[in-house]
């Protein structure tokens, strides 16, 4: 299932404008902020697919009733692009357990390229609840790949793909290769994939947007 938080006005929209926004993609803490806040509205959005127990919460005047989470997620994220919006989904879920994958790009001099993945520090995912975070999701290729690298680690019950940014053959990708029931949550969808699978008009390198350029 895909849940595009754009069909909707609301503070999604804004924050999604601001960083597709040339001018205002130069100051790097705005746009990192602004990453923040979409995976902070994410994680709202996804919270409401938890499950809650009753708690009795003593207050300084009574006792009150209230619903709590049965557990805190693993909110996972491919480096090094998915850190702010990572922090963003942990903002909400502040107790959760981390799952961090090395994915990266390697071209080649034709203009293709090949997903690497170097590392993963995961904890037992075995019937937990993932969050998979990583702002741009293109191809879809870095995605399945980090996926079922972290099943190493124990298939969760329930997935959500956190994105701020799709494209339409990146999430046909997904949902092909991967198992269904995983849900996709992303900020904006759009329809054009360049040659050298840059999402068009997406909004640049993410990471580089957030972190500086690489050599």
Request: proline share 4%; aromatic share 8%; net charge neutral.
């Amino acid at each position: 299932m895909v849940h595009n938080l754009s069909k909707q006005n609301s503070l999604m929209t804004e924050f999604i404008s601001e960083i597709r926004n040339a001018d205002i993609q130069k100051d790097r803490m705005r746009f990192r902020r602004n990453m923040e806040r979409i995976g902070e509205i994410a994680a709202y959005e996804i919270s409401k697919k938890f499950n809650y127990r009753n708690s009795e919460v003593v207050t300084p005047l009574g006792i009150s009733n209230m619903n709590v989470l049965v557990e805190q997620p693993v909110v996972a994220t491919i480096l090094r692009a998915g850190l702010p919006l990572h922090q963003g989904v942990l903002n909400y879920f502040d107790r959760a357990d981390n799952a961090f994958i090395s994915a990266y790009r390697r071209h080649h001099k034709d203009g293709s390229f090949d997903i690497h993945l170097e590392y993963v520090a995961s904890p037992d995912l075995e019937n937990r609840n993932l969050i998979l975070c990583d702002p741009m999701l293109a191809t879809g290729q870095s995605m399945v790949m980090t996926y079922r690298s972290i099943l190493q680690k124990g298939k969760p019950k329930s997935t959500h793909i956190v994105c701020a940014i799709a494209c339409t053959q990146g999430i046909e990708y997904v949902k092909r290769n991967l198992p269904t029931g995983i849900e996709i949550w992303v900020g904006a969808i759009d329809e054009e994939l360049t040659a050298q699978a840059y999402i068009v008009p997406g909004l640049g390198d993410a990471g580089d947007l957030a972190f500086g350029d690489k050599s």
